[in-house]
Protein backbone atom coordinates (compact mmCIF):
# COMPACT_ATOMS: atom_id res chain seq x y z
CA UNK A 1 0.00 0.00 0.00
CA UNK A 2 1.16 3.34 -0.31
CA UNK A 3 2.64 5.05 2.58
CA UNK A 4 0.35 8.14 2.17
CA UNK A 5 -2.39 5.59 2.44
CA UNK A 6 -1.02 3.52 5.33
CA UNK A 7 -0.40 6.89 7.21
CA UNK A 8 -4.08 8.12 6.58
CA UNK A 9 -5.13 4.71 8.03
CA UNK A 10 -2.86 5.10 10.77
CA UNK A 11 -4.38 8.49 11.45
CA UNK A 12 -8.20 7.35 11.45
CA UNK A 13 -6.08 3.61 13.98
CA UNK A 14 -4.31 5.56 16.59
CA UNK A 15 -1.09 3.47 15.67
CA UNK A 16 1.17 5.88 16.96
CA UNK A 17 2.70 5.51 20.50
CA UNK A 18 5.05 8.06 22.80
CA UNK A 19 8.62 7.46 23.69
CA UNK A 20 9.89 9.51 26.77
CA UNK A 21 13.39 10.67 26.94
CA UNK A 22 14.08 12.47 30.59
CA UNK A 23 16.15 15.47 31.03
CA UNK A 24 18.14 15.66 33.42
CA UNK A 25 19.89 18.53 36.01
CA UNK A 26 23.49 17.59 35.64
CA UNK A 27 24.04 19.15 39.20
CA UNK A 28 21.56 17.32 41.20
CA UNK A 29 21.20 14.50 39.17
CA UNK A 30 17.37 14.91 39.02
CA UNK A 31 14.65 14.09 36.38
CA UNK A 32 13.50 17.82 35.54
CA UNK A 33 11.77 17.04 32.63
CA UNK A 34 11.42 14.59 29.49
CA UNK A 35 10.75 15.14 25.47
CA UNK A 36 7.78 13.15 23.84
CA UNK A 37 9.32 11.31 20.69
CA UNK A 38 6.44 9.89 18.74
CA UNK A 39 6.66 5.94 16.64
CA UNK A 40 4.55 4.39 14.10
CA UNK A 41 3.34 1.26 16.04
CA UNK A 42 2.95 -0.26 12.46
CA UNK A 43 0.54 -3.40 12.65
CA UNK A 44 3.17 -5.27 10.25
CA UNK A 45 6.20 -3.46 10.32
CA UNK A 46 6.45 -2.76 13.60
CA UNK A 47 7.95 0.45 14.96
CA UNK A 48 9.11 3.21 12.70
CA UNK A 49 10.97 5.99 12.88
CA UNK A 50 9.25 9.70 12.95
CA UNK A 51 12.35 10.38 10.29
CA UNK A 52 10.68 7.87 8.25
CA UNK A 53 7.13 9.64 8.34
CA UNK A 54 7.64 13.13 9.47
CA UNK A 55 8.10 14.63 6.34
CA UNK A 56 5.20 12.78 4.66
CA UNK A 57 3.16 14.12 7.26
CA UNK A 58 4.40 17.43 6.92
CA UNK A 59 3.82 17.31 2.99
CA UNK A 60 0.13 16.21 3.37
CA UNK A 61 -0.81 18.25 5.91
CA UNK A 62 -1.48 15.03 8.30
CA UNK A 63 1.45 16.83 10.90
CA UNK A 64 -1.57 18.87 12.38
CA UNK A 65 -3.83 15.67 13.26
CA UNK A 66 -0.99 13.90 14.10
CA UNK A 67 0.47 16.84 15.95
CA UNK A 68 -2.93 17.24 18.27
CA UNK A 69 -2.74 13.71 19.08
CA UNK A 70 0.90 13.92 20.46
CA UNK A 71 0.42 17.12 22.47
CA UNK A 72 -3.06 15.56 24.01
CA UNK A 73 -0.97 12.10 24.83
CA UNK A 74 1.71 14.14 26.36
CA UNK A 75 0.13 16.71 28.43
CA UNK A 76 -2.34 13.72 29.73
CA UNK A 77 1.14 11.64 30.14
CA UNK A 78 2.58 14.28 32.36
CA UNK A 79 -1.36 15.31 34.04
CA UNK A 80 -0.91 11.32 35.08
CA UNK A 81 2.83 11.67 36.49
CA UNK A 82 1.94 14.63 38.21
CA UNK A 83 -1.13 13.63 40.26
CA UNK A 84 1.23 10.43 40.95
CA UNK A 85 3.66 12.73 43.16
CA UNK A 86 6.07 13.12 39.82
CA UNK A 87 5.29 16.65 40.02
CA UNK A 88 7.93 19.13 38.86
CA UNK A 89 8.33 16.94 35.36
CA UNK A 90 7.84 19.37 32.30
CA UNK A 91 6.87 17.98 29.09
CA UNK A 92 8.26 18.82 25.76
CA UNK A 93 7.03 18.72 22.56
CA UNK A 94 8.17 18.80 19.13
CA UNK A 95 6.31 21.37 16.99
CA UNK A 96 7.14 21.09 12.95
CA UNK A 97 6.83 24.94 11.70
CA UNK A 98 3.77 23.82 9.35
CA UNK A 99 1.87 23.55 13.06
CA UNK A 100 2.61 26.61 13.39
CA UNK A 101 1.02 27.49 10.02
CA UNK A 102 -2.36 26.66 11.58
CA UNK A 103 -4.43 30.01 12.24
CA UNK A 104 -6.02 28.07 15.32
CA UNK A 105 -2.88 26.22 16.90
CA UNK A 106 -3.22 28.31 20.20
CA UNK A 107 -6.85 27.71 20.57
CA UNK A 108 -6.28 24.36 19.71
CA UNK A 109 -2.86 24.16 22.52
CA UNK A 110 -4.97 26.43 24.94
CA UNK A 111 -8.52 23.55 24.89
CA UNK A 112 -5.70 20.38 25.06
CA UNK A 113 -4.23 22.21 28.31
CA UNK A 114 -7.84 22.65 29.80
CA UNK A 115 -9.01 18.96 28.55
CA UNK A 116 -5.84 17.30 30.22
CA UNK A 117 -5.49 20.14 33.17
CA UNK A 118 -2.48 20.17 32.58
CA UNK A 119 -0.84 23.21 34.06
CA UNK A 120 0.46 25.35 31.23
CA UNK A 121 3.98 25.97 32.67
CA UNK A 122 4.60 22.12 32.35
CA UNK A 123 4.67 22.21 28.42
CA UNK A 124 7.53 23.02 26.32
CA UNK A 125 7.24 23.59 22.53
CA UNK A 126 10.41 22.45 20.97
CA UNK A 127 10.65 23.98 17.29
CA UNK A 128 13.68 23.74 15.09
CA UNK A 129 15.71 26.74 14.65
CA UNK A 130 14.14 26.60 11.00
CA UNK A 131 11.73 27.81 12.14
CA UNK A 132 13.46 31.32 11.81
CA UNK A 133 13.26 31.12 8.33
CA UNK A 134 9.96 31.90 9.11
CA UNK A 135 9.41 35.88 9.35
CA UNK A 136 5.69 36.13 8.86
CA UNK A 137 4.67 38.07 12.15
CA UNK A 138 1.62 36.04 12.20
CA UNK A 139 3.53 32.92 13.18
CA UNK A 140 5.84 34.88 15.64
CA UNK A 141 2.70 36.26 16.99
CA UNK A 142 1.55 32.71 17.47
CA UNK A 143 4.25 31.93 19.71
CA UNK A 144 3.64 35.08 21.69
CA UNK A 145 0.20 34.12 22.60
CA UNK A 146 1.22 30.28 23.26
CA UNK A 147 4.44 32.00 25.88
CA UNK A 148 1.46 34.69 27.33
CA UNK A 149 -0.43 31.45 28.18
CA UNK A 150 1.98 30.29 29.88
CA UNK A 151 4.14 27.47 27.81
CA UNK A 152 7.57 27.53 27.83
CA UNK A 153 9.24 27.67 23.96
CA UNK A 154 13.07 25.79 23.41
CA UNK A 155 14.53 26.09 19.95
CA UNK A 156 15.66 22.55 19.22
CA UNK A 157 19.21 21.63 17.49
CA UNK A 158 20.10 25.05 18.31
CA UNK A 159 23.45 26.08 16.22
CA UNK A 160 23.13 23.80 13.11
CA UNK A 161 19.78 25.21 11.71
CA UNK A 162 19.48 28.11 9.94
CA UNK A 163 18.66 30.92 11.92
CA UNK A 164 20.41 34.24 12.86
CA UNK A 165 21.35 35.30 16.05
CA UNK A 166 18.94 38.39 15.56
CA UNK A 167 15.80 36.04 16.06
CA UNK A 168 16.84 35.17 19.55
CA UNK A 169 15.85 38.48 19.69
CA UNK A 170 12.39 38.41 18.15
CA UNK A 171 11.19 35.32 19.61
CA UNK A 172 9.93 34.85 22.86
CA UNK A 173 12.54 31.55 23.70
CA UNK A 174 12.88 30.31 27.20
CA UNK A 175 15.64 26.84 26.46
CA UNK A 176 18.24 26.44 23.78
CA UNK A 177 19.22 22.77 23.11
CA UNK A 178 22.56 22.62 22.06
CA UNK A 179 22.75 20.54 18.86
CA UNK A 180 24.19 16.67 19.44
CA UNK A 181 26.42 17.78 16.40
CA UNK A 182 28.63 19.69 18.60
CA UNK A 183 28.32 17.48 21.85
CA UNK A 184 29.94 14.46 19.66
CA UNK A 185 33.25 16.11 19.85
CA UNK A 186 33.41 17.68 23.68
CA UNK A 187 35.30 15.69 26.27
CA UNK A 188 37.98 14.07 23.77
CA UNK A 189 40.14 17.03 23.05
CA UNK A 190 39.96 20.47 25.12
CA UNK A 191 40.73 22.72 21.93
CA UNK A 192 38.68 21.28 19.46
CA UNK A 193 36.28 23.49 17.52
CA UNK A 194 32.96 22.12 18.81
CA UNK A 195 33.80 21.86 22.13
CA UNK A 196 34.62 25.66 22.11
CA UNK A 197 31.38 26.37 20.42
CA UNK A 198 29.95 24.72 23.05
CA UNK A 199 30.65 26.96 25.56
CA UNK A 200 30.22 29.41 23.68
CA UNK A 201 26.90 28.70 23.35
CA UNK A 202 26.65 28.13 26.94
CA UNK A 203 27.49 31.69 27.84
CA UNK A 204 25.28 33.23 25.22
CA UNK A 205 22.42 31.21 26.80
CA UNK A 206 23.28 32.47 30.13
CA UNK A 207 23.96 35.99 29.34
CA UNK A 208 20.26 35.67 27.51
CA UNK A 209 18.95 34.32 31.10
CA UNK A 210 17.88 31.05 28.90
CA UNK A 211 18.15 27.32 29.91
CA UNK A 212 20.48 25.24 28.10
CA UNK A 213 20.08 21.66 27.65
CA UNK A 214 22.90 19.65 25.84
CA UNK A 215 21.35 17.03 23.29
CA UNK A 216 22.99 13.49 22.69
CA UNK A 217 25.34 12.92 25.81
CA UNK A 218 26.95 9.49 24.85
CA UNK A 219 29.78 9.31 27.21
CA UNK A 220 30.85 9.85 30.72
CA UNK A 221 33.08 12.28 29.40
CA UNK A 222 30.84 14.59 27.53
CA UNK A 223 28.51 14.88 30.44
CA UNK A 224 32.08 15.64 33.21
CA UNK A 225 33.10 18.30 30.44
CA UNK A 226 29.42 19.94 30.04
CA UNK A 227 28.84 19.81 33.72
CA UNK A 228 32.31 21.35 34.31
CA UNK A 229 31.20 24.14 32.06
CA UNK A 230 28.26 24.83 33.48
CA UNK A 231 25.39 23.45 31.05
CA UNK A 232 22.17 23.41 33.05
CA UNK A 233 20.65 20.44 31.45
CA UNK A 234 21.69 16.91 29.68
CA UNK A 235 19.53 14.68 27.98
CA UNK A 236 21.37 11.76 25.99
CA UNK A 237 21.53 7.59 25.51
CA UNK A 238 24.35 7.99 28.30
CA UNK A 239 21.70 9.31 31.03
CA UNK A 240 18.48 7.44 29.97
CA UNK A 241 17.31 6.30 25.86
CA UNK A 242 13.98 7.34 25.22
CA UNK A 243 11.45 4.99 26.82
CA UNK A 244 7.81 3.91 26.96
CA UNK A 245 6.11 5.77 29.61
CA UNK A 246 6.08 2.90 31.88
CA UNK A 247 9.59 1.71 31.49
CA UNK A 248 9.91 5.60 32.16
CA UNK A 249 8.73 4.88 35.50
CA UNK A 250 10.72 2.21 36.43
CA UNK A 251 13.84 4.77 35.54
CA UNK A 252 11.84 7.51 38.16
CA UNK A 253 11.60 5.38 41.01
CA UNK A 254 15.46 4.22 40.57
O1 LIG B 1 13.08 9.96 18.36
P1 LIG B 1 13.95 10.18 17.18
O2 LIG B 1 15.38 10.58 17.45
O3 LIG B 1 13.92 9.01 16.24
O4 LIG B 1 13.28 11.40 16.36
C1 LIG B 1 13.68 11.72 15.06
C2 LIG B 1 13.17 13.08 14.69
O5 LIG B 1 11.75 13.12 14.74
C3 LIG B 1 13.66 14.19 15.59
O6 LIG B 1 14.06 15.27 14.78
C4 LIG B 1 12.45 14.57 16.38
O7 LIG B 1 12.45 15.95 16.72
C5 LIG B 1 11.32 14.26 15.43
N1 LIG B 1 10.09 14.01 16.17
C6 LIG B 1 9.89 13.08 17.13
N2 LIG B 1 8.62 13.16 17.61
C7 LIG B 1 8.02 14.17 16.95
C8 LIG B 1 6.72 14.76 17.01
O8 LIG B 1 5.85 14.39 17.79
N3 LIG B 1 6.46 15.79 16.15
C9 LIG B 1 7.40 16.27 15.27
N4 LIG B 1 7.05 17.26 14.47
N5 LIG B 1 8.64 15.74 15.20
C10 LIG B 1 8.95 14.71 16.02
O1 LIG C 1 15.48 16.63 16.61
P1 LIG C 1 15.38 16.22 18.03
O2 LIG C 1 16.45 16.81 18.87
O3 LIG C 1 14.01 16.41 18.63
O4 LIG C 1 15.62 14.66 18.02
C1 LIG C 1 16.12 13.95 19.07
C2 LIG C 1 16.48 12.59 18.54
O5 LIG C 1 17.73 12.17 19.05
C3 LIG C 1 15.47 11.54 18.94
O6 LIG C 1 15.21 10.76 17.83
C4 LIG C 1 16.19 10.70 19.97
O7 LIG C 1 15.78 9.36 19.93
C5 LIG C 1 17.64 10.86 19.55
N1 LIG C 1 18.60 10.75 20.63
C6 LIG C 1 18.43 11.07 21.94
N2 LIG C 1 19.57 10.89 22.64
C7 LIG C 1 20.47 10.41 21.75
C8 LIG C 1 21.84 10.02 21.87
O8 LIG C 1 22.47 10.07 22.92
N3 LIG C 1 22.44 9.59 20.73
C9 LIG C 1 21.80 9.52 19.53
N4 LIG C 1 22.47 9.07 18.47
N5 LIG C 1 20.52 9.90 19.38
C10 LIG C 1 19.86 10.34 20.49
MN1 LIG D 1 13.59 17.72 20.14
NA1 LIG E 1 17.39 18.17 18.66
Redesign the pocket.
Known sequence: MELELELRKAVENQEFILYY?PKIDLNTEEIVGC?A?IRWDHPRRGIISPEKFIPLAEETGLINQIGEWVLREACKQNKKWHDTGWSDIQMAV?MSVSQLKQSNIVTTIESLLIETQLDPRFLEI?I?ESISMVTEEEKIKQLFDLKEFGISLAI??FGTGYSSLKYLNKLPVDTL?ID?YFIDEVGMSTYSTSSLMVNAIISLAKSLNLKVVA????TQEQMKYLKKHQCDIG????LC??LPADELEKFFKR
Open positions: QELNETDDKKEGIEQGYFKP
